[in-house]
């Protein structure tokens, strides 16, 4: 199982960028897919996640109305779309996958929780100038 998580680079501050992270040996639908970020010196924290079905997505009140994330299950891809970024959106971005459940429900309480997650992607740099 590998998830590839690309995507990043420089941009000025409120400008945009869409991270992906590739799936392989996993069937991505079948995963709830959580972003998390970590800035020098910080903890990991929770940006984004989807869950398996797709049916719902949250966001960490810090990037609500700014990202988007969503999935494309023929490309076995998940996107996090980032707009209006500010210097401290900087952060190493990973995405990861936690197999989804008819018998646990995948609400905020578990995929804001990095140590539910299954697998993880090896991080891309996002650098917000100001």
């Known amino acids: 199982v590998q998830l590839q998580a690309y995507g990043g680079g420089l941009v000025q501050a409120g400008g945009s960028l869409r991270l992906s992270c590739a799936a392989s040996?996993?069937?991505?639908?079948?995963?709830?897919i959580g972003w998390f970020r970590q800035a020098p010196g910080k903890e990991r924290e929770f940006a984004a996640a989807?869950?398996?079905?797709?049916?719902?997505?949250y966001y960490q009140d810090s990037v609500k109305g700014r990202f988007t994330i969503s999935r494309d299950n023929a490309k076995n891809t998940v996107y996090l779309q980032m707009n209006s970024l500010k210097p401290e959106d900087t952060a190493v971005y990973y995405c990861?996958?936690?197999?989804?459940?008819?018998?646990?429900?995948?609400?905020?309480?578990?995929?804001?929780?990095?140590?539910?997650?299954?697998?993880w992607g090896q991080g891309t740099q996002v650098t917000v100038s100001s």
């Open positions: 040996g996993l069937i991505i639908s079948n995963y709830g």
């Open positions: 989807i869950s398996w079905r797709g049916s719902r997505s």
């Open positions: 990861a996958a936690l197999k989804g459940s008819f018998l646990s429900a995948q609400g905020l309480d578990v995929l804001s929780q990095p140590s539910e997650y299954d697998y």
